[in-house]
């Protein structure tokens, strides 16, 4: 099995500027889908019942969800993605829930780990074996 080392040299990282401004879109992103869930469900007399566990749904689907399929709006916008450092393929669910979930507990120690890392990986991204890489560096070295 490849070292990480032998699977990312030919990889180039989004700075942590680009991380932290991507995951602001994407914040952004989610209030507004909270929005228009809120507006949806009063406009047509809904405020009772599942209401709050829909309205809320984004928080615990969109970046999961994306990362794990393809890319968040704020990957996309700043041109990095989220992948399996071999493959250099999306990560799958359930390697995305689990780093989203290490990305929420851990907070800013995670965001400070970035620049000690040779990769730019924070902890959420080793603990999952993940790396955000920029858009050009996505093919497999020797695929390119």
């Known amino acids: 099995m490849a070292t990480t080392d032998q699977r990312l040299k ?3 990282y989004p700075s942590i500027a680009r991380r932290y401004f991507a995951t602001a879109l994407d914040m952004i992103v989610i209030i507004g889908l909270i929005t ?3 507006k949806i469900f009063k406009a047509v007399g809904m405020e009772e019942g599942p209401f ?3 309205a809320f749904a984004p ?3 969109y970046e999961p ?3 794990g399929l393809a890319a968040t709006i704020g990957q996309v916008t700043f041109r990095f993605r989220v992948r399996d450092p071999e493959t250099r393929r999306p990560i799958g669910v359930l390697r995305a829930y689990l780093r989203w979930l ?5 907070g800013l120690i995670s965001l400070l780990t970035i620049p000690r890392d040779r990769y730019r990986r924070a902890i959420h991204d080793r603990s999952v074996d993940s790396v955000a890489i920029n858009v050009g560096a996505l ?3 020797g695929e390119g």
């Open 10 to 12: 030919d990889a180039t």
């Open 36 to 38: 228009l869930i809120i």
């Open 52 to 54: 709050w566990a829909v």
């Open 59 to 61: 928080v615990v689907l």
């Open 65 to 67: 969800l994306l990362t």
């Open 102 to 106: 290490l990305k929420i507990l851990l």
């Open 139 to 141: 093919a497999k070295p």
